[in-house]
T-cell receptor
Framework: EPEVTQTPSHQVTQMGQEVILRCVPISNHLYFYWYRQILGQKVEFLVSFYNNEISEKSEIFDDQFSVERPDGSNFTLKIRSTKLEDSAMYFC????????????FGQGTRLTVV | GENVEQHPSTLSVQEGDSAVIKCTYSDSASNYFPWYKQELGKRPQLIIDIRSNVGEKKDQRIAVTLNKTAKHFSLHITETQPEDSAVYFCAARPGGGFKTIFGAGTRLFVKA
Protein backbone atom coordinates (compact mmCIF):
# COMPACT_ATOMS: atom_id res chain seq x y z
CA GLU A 1 0.00 0.00 0.00
CA PRO A 2 1.46 3.40 -0.94
CA GLU A 3 2.29 5.69 1.94
CA VAL A 4 3.60 9.14 2.71
CA THR A 5 7.17 9.03 4.00
CA GLN A 6 8.90 11.65 6.11
CA THR A 7 12.52 12.25 7.08
CA PRO A 8 14.01 12.55 9.57
CA SER A 9 11.88 10.82 12.18
CA HIS A 10 13.41 12.97 14.90
CA GLN A 11 15.28 16.27 14.62
CA VAL A 12 16.93 18.12 17.46
CA THR A 13 18.01 21.68 16.77
CA GLN A 14 19.34 24.69 18.62
CA MET A 15 17.03 27.65 19.07
CA GLY A 16 17.56 30.11 16.23
CA GLN A 17 18.68 27.49 13.74
CA GLU A 18 16.90 26.63 10.51
CA VAL A 19 15.46 23.18 9.90
CA ILE A 20 14.09 21.49 6.81
CA LEU A 21 11.60 18.69 7.17
CA ARG A 22 11.19 16.43 4.19
CA CYS A 23 8.27 14.47 2.83
CA VAL A 24 7.58 12.24 -0.12
CA PRO A 25 3.84 12.27 -0.82
CA ILE A 26 1.97 9.43 -2.49
CA SER A 27 2.90 9.56 -6.15
CA ASN A 28 -0.48 10.17 -7.80
CA HIS A 29 -1.65 12.69 -5.20
CA LEU A 30 -1.87 16.33 -6.13
CA TYR A 31 -2.62 18.07 -2.83
CA PHE A 32 0.01 18.26 -0.10
CA TYR A 33 -0.22 19.47 3.47
CA TRP A 34 1.73 20.11 6.60
CA TYR A 35 0.14 19.72 10.02
CA ARG A 36 1.59 20.21 13.48
CA GLN A 37 0.79 18.45 16.75
CA ILE A 38 2.21 19.81 19.98
CA LEU A 39 2.59 17.01 22.52
CA GLY A 40 -0.78 16.00 23.94
CA GLN A 41 -2.73 18.43 21.80
CA LYS A 42 -4.76 18.26 18.64
CA VAL A 43 -3.50 18.16 15.09
CA GLU A 44 -3.35 21.69 13.64
CA PHE A 45 -3.38 22.63 9.96
CA LEU A 46 -0.40 24.66 8.78
CA VAL A 47 -0.52 24.85 4.99
CA SER A 48 -1.81 23.21 1.84
CA PHE A 49 0.00 23.17 -1.48
CA TYR A 50 -1.28 22.54 -4.98
CA ASN A 51 0.10 23.14 -8.43
CA ASN A 52 3.38 24.46 -7.04
CA GLU A 53 1.87 27.10 -4.87
CA ILE A 54 0.31 27.56 -1.46
CA SER A 55 -3.46 27.16 -1.70
CA GLU A 56 -4.28 27.83 1.92
CA LYS A 57 -2.45 28.58 5.15
CA SER A 58 -3.29 29.02 8.80
CA GLU A 59 -2.38 31.79 11.21
CA ILE A 60 0.41 29.58 12.53
CA PHE A 61 2.11 29.58 9.13
CA ASP A 62 3.83 32.95 9.35
CA ASP A 63 6.97 34.29 7.67
CA GLN A 64 9.07 31.88 9.71
CA PHE A 65 7.72 29.01 7.63
CA SER A 66 8.01 28.16 3.95
CA VAL A 67 7.21 25.17 1.78
CA GLU A 68 8.68 23.98 -1.44
CA ARG A 69 8.41 21.18 -3.92
CA PRO A 70 12.00 21.17 -5.18
CA ASP A 71 11.54 18.23 -7.56
CA GLY A 72 8.84 15.85 -8.72
CA SER A 73 8.75 13.82 -5.52
CA ASN A 74 9.81 15.80 -2.44
CA PHE A 75 7.78 18.32 -0.45
CA THR A 76 9.62 20.28 2.22
CA LEU A 77 8.80 22.47 5.19
CA LYS A 78 11.45 24.97 6.21
CA ILE A 79 11.37 26.63 9.59
CA ARG A 80 13.70 29.59 9.92
CA SER A 81 15.09 30.76 13.25
CA THR A 82 13.41 28.04 15.31
CA LYS A 83 11.86 28.86 18.68
CA LEU A 84 11.28 26.60 21.68
CA GLU A 85 7.54 26.64 20.96
CA ASP A 86 8.15 25.14 17.52
CA SER A 87 8.85 21.83 19.25
CA ALA A 88 6.14 19.48 18.02
CA MET A 89 5.40 16.54 15.77
CA TYR A 90 5.10 17.68 12.18
CA PHE A 91 2.98 15.58 9.87
CA CYS A 92 3.01 15.73 6.12
CA UNK A 93 -0.11 14.53 4.30
CA UNK A 94 -1.31 14.17 0.75
CA UNK A 95 -4.61 13.60 -0.98
CA UNK A 96 -6.16 13.17 -4.37
CA UNK A 97 -7.70 16.17 -6.05
CA UNK A 98 -11.19 15.61 -4.66
CA UNK A 99 -12.62 17.38 -1.63
CA UNK A 100 -14.43 14.38 -0.22
CA UNK A 101 -11.43 12.14 0.03
CA UNK A 102 -9.01 11.02 2.68
CA UNK A 103 -5.75 12.78 3.49
CA UNK A 104 -3.01 10.21 4.09
CA PHE A 105 -0.57 11.12 6.84
CA GLY A 106 3.12 10.38 7.07
CA GLN A 107 4.60 8.96 10.25
CA GLY A 108 5.73 12.40 11.39
CA THR A 109 8.95 14.20 12.27
CA ARG A 110 9.42 14.99 15.93
CA LEU A 111 11.13 18.37 16.13
CA THR A 112 12.78 19.27 19.41
CA VAL A 113 14.15 22.79 19.78
CA VAL A 114 16.61 23.20 22.64
CA GLY B 1 -13.58 30.86 12.15
CA GLU B 2 -13.79 27.18 11.36
CA ASN B 3 -13.91 25.03 14.46
CA VAL B 4 -14.61 21.46 15.51
CA GLU B 5 -15.62 20.72 19.09
CA GLN B 6 -15.21 17.19 20.45
CA HIS B 7 -16.52 15.51 23.61
CA PRO B 8 -15.64 13.86 25.86
CA SER B 9 -11.93 14.46 26.23
CA THR B 10 -11.51 11.16 28.06
CA LEU B 11 -13.69 8.07 27.93
CA SER B 12 -13.22 4.88 29.91
CA VAL B 13 -15.33 1.82 29.13
CA GLN B 14 -15.34 -1.83 30.04
CA GLU B 15 -14.38 -4.31 27.35
CA GLY B 16 -17.46 -5.26 25.37
CA ASP B 17 -19.30 -2.03 26.09
CA SER B 18 -20.00 0.65 23.49
CA ALA B 19 -18.22 3.97 23.21
CA VAL B 20 -19.68 7.14 21.73
CA ILE B 21 -17.76 10.27 20.81
CA LYS B 22 -19.56 13.41 19.71
CA CYS B 23 -18.45 16.35 17.60
CA THR B 24 -19.91 19.57 16.29
CA TYR B 25 -18.61 21.76 13.50
CA SER B 26 -19.07 25.41 12.71
CA ASP B 27 -18.88 25.68 8.91
CA SER B 28 -22.22 24.59 7.48
CA ALA B 29 -20.57 24.11 4.07
CA SER B 30 -18.32 21.33 5.42
CA ASN B 31 -18.70 18.29 3.22
CA TYR B 32 -16.34 15.61 4.48
CA PHE B 33 -15.95 14.23 7.99
CA PRO B 34 -13.13 11.78 8.71
CA TRP B 35 -12.38 10.07 12.00
CA TYR B 36 -8.80 9.27 12.88
CA LYS B 37 -7.32 6.92 15.45
CA GLN B 38 -3.92 7.81 16.82
CA GLU B 39 -1.87 5.47 18.92
CA LEU B 40 0.91 6.85 21.08
CA GLY B 41 3.72 8.29 19.00
CA LYS B 42 2.16 7.28 15.69
CA ARG B 43 0.45 8.96 12.79
CA PRO B 44 -3.30 9.59 12.69
CA GLN B 45 -4.95 6.80 10.74
CA LEU B 46 -8.35 7.03 9.13
CA ILE B 47 -10.83 4.57 10.59
CA ILE B 48 -14.03 5.77 8.92
CA ASP B 49 -15.30 8.80 7.07
CA ILE B 50 -18.65 10.17 5.99
CA ARG B 51 -19.64 12.59 3.28
CA SER B 52 -22.26 15.26 3.60
CA ASN B 53 -24.78 13.50 1.37
CA VAL B 54 -24.98 10.51 3.75
CA GLY B 55 -26.55 10.34 7.21
CA GLU B 56 -24.96 7.17 8.51
CA LYS B 57 -22.16 4.78 7.64
CA LYS B 58 -21.09 1.53 9.27
CA ASP B 59 -17.96 -0.58 9.02
CA GLN B 60 -18.05 -3.67 11.24
CA ARG B 61 -17.90 -2.43 14.86
CA ILE B 62 -17.59 1.23 13.91
CA ALA B 63 -20.38 3.54 12.80
CA VAL B 64 -20.63 7.26 12.20
CA THR B 65 -23.75 9.41 12.06
CA LEU B 66 -24.09 12.89 10.62
CA ASN B 67 -26.79 15.45 11.34
CA LYS B 68 -26.21 18.32 8.92
CA THR B 69 -29.00 20.43 10.34
CA ALA B 70 -27.51 20.36 13.80
CA LYS B 71 -23.93 20.32 12.43
CA HIS B 72 -23.27 17.33 14.60
CA PHE B 73 -21.57 13.99 13.96
CA SER B 74 -20.77 11.04 16.18
CA LEU B 75 -18.59 7.95 16.28
CA HIS B 76 -19.96 4.74 17.75
CA ILE B 77 -17.73 1.80 18.60
CA THR B 78 -19.52 -1.37 19.67
CA GLU B 79 -18.09 -4.43 21.45
CA THR B 80 -14.98 -2.48 22.43
CA GLN B 81 -11.69 -4.32 22.79
CA PRO B 82 -8.50 -3.33 24.63
CA GLU B 83 -6.80 -2.66 21.28
CA ASP B 84 -9.37 0.07 20.63
CA SER B 85 -7.60 2.11 23.32
CA ALA B 86 -6.15 5.19 21.61
CA VAL B 87 -6.86 8.85 20.96
CA TYR B 88 -9.67 9.42 18.48
CA PHE B 89 -9.96 12.65 16.51
CA CYS B 90 -13.00 13.81 14.62
CA ALA B 91 -12.38 16.22 11.80
CA ALA B 92 -14.20 18.27 9.20
CA ARG B 93 -13.27 19.67 5.84
CA PRO B 94 -14.73 23.16 5.44
CA GLY B 95 -16.46 23.92 2.17
CA GLY B 96 -14.33 25.43 -0.55
CA GLY B 97 -11.07 24.10 0.79
CA PHE B 98 -8.96 21.00 1.21
CA LYS B 99 -7.61 21.45 4.71
CA THR B 100 -8.89 19.30 7.56
CA ILE B 101 -9.86 20.83 10.89
CA PHE B 102 -9.41 18.48 13.81
CA GLY B 103 -11.24 18.23 17.09
CA ALA B 104 -9.28 18.20 20.33
CA GLY B 105 -9.34 14.41 20.59
CA THR B 106 -10.87 11.80 22.88
CA ARG B 107 -8.61 9.49 24.82
CA LEU B 108 -10.41 6.14 24.94
CA PHE B 109 -9.46 3.55 27.55
CA VAL B 110 -10.93 0.08 27.19
CA LYS B 111 -10.50 -1.91 30.38
CA ALA B 112 -10.15 -5.66 30.08
Amino acid sequence: EPEVTQTPSHQVTQMGQEVILRCVPISNHLYFYWYRQILGQKVEFLVSFYNNEISEKSEIFDDQFSVERPDGSNFTLKIRSTKLEDSAMYFCASSELRRETEAFFGQGTRLTVV
Amino acid sequence: GENVEQHPSTLSVQEGDSAVIKCTYSDSASNYFPWYKQELGKRPQLIIDIRSNVGEKKDQRIAVTLNKTAKHFSLHITETQPEDSAVYFCAARPGGGFKTIFGAGTRLFVKA
